[in-house]
């Protein structure tokens, strides 16, 4: 998959400053006072070796990010009435110690539809935005898609909680209709996947939010 770029802002008790967010779907990336950050999930972002010395820091050293704000808006496809359409998707995100709290604002043709203030994740933040949506607009990410499933397990990560299918579709298909267990395709899975990705091999699900609601993807013992 290629790599996007999301342009936003840090935030923390040192200040501000521009930074750039990128992923190739999967992994997360971000370059904060000279240090660069990566990780699976946006509350496990963790500092590169090797990367550039801090200046001024950015929390402890080999810690995660945390005690900080990021604040970045990212395009995105939305189906209205089966229509292709781009809409803007705004992401602030506070990375509390304790419990970190989302809230997205889906822009699209002059409306605004948002999630709570303070969601626990981005499956659960996607969702109360899909639930405000009228019935004519669909999002056209990851957590929309028919060849996607989340993990079931509780006190999952942030984000990055979607098993991918795309390399087995196909038998996902037949399995998601009830021809055999989905978890029996585990080891044809494409990897993990960004609930805020789009991408080129997006197919929409039978029904709304079909990868986000699926519950039997991922084996309990792999979530």
């Known amino acids: ?86 809409a803007t998707l705004g992401c602030l995100l506070s990375l509390r110690p304790d419990v970190p709290a989302l809230h997205l604002a889906l822009h699209v043709g002059g409306a605004v ?21 009228p019935d004519d607009i669909r999002l056209q990410t990851c957590s929309d898609c028919a060849f996607s499933g989340s993990f079931p397990a509780p006190g999952r990560a ?21 021809e055999g267990g989905v978890p029996d395709l585990w080891d044809r899975r494409s990897g993990t996947v960004q609930e805020i990705w789009s991408c080129r091999e997006f197919e929409p699900g039978a029904t709304e939010g079909t990868g986000a609601d699926r519950r039997e993807a991922v084996p309990l013992e792999h979530a």
């Open 1 to 86: 998959m290629t790599d996007e770029s999301w342009s936003g802002w840090y935030r923390d008790a040192r200040g501000s400053e521009a930074v750039v967010l990128t992923t190739d779907g999967q992994r997360l990336r971000v370059r904060v006072r000279g240090t660069d950050f990566e990780g699976d999930s946006f509350d496990a972002l963790y500092p590169v070796v090797d990367s550039a010395p801090r200046s001024a820091g950015a929390g402890r050293a080999g810690a995660p990010l945390t005690d900080c704000v990021l604040e970045w808006d990212l395009p995105l496809p939305v189906l209205v009435a089966g229509t292709l359409r781009h």
């Open 113 to 133: 539809y948002e999630s709570a203030r303070a969601e626990g994740d981005f499956s659960a933040a996607l969702a109360t935005v899909r639930r405000a949506l």
């Open 158 to 178: 942030l984000s990055g909680t979607l098993a991918c299918f795309r390399g087995a579709k196909d038998a996902y298909r037949g399995a998601a209709a009830g």
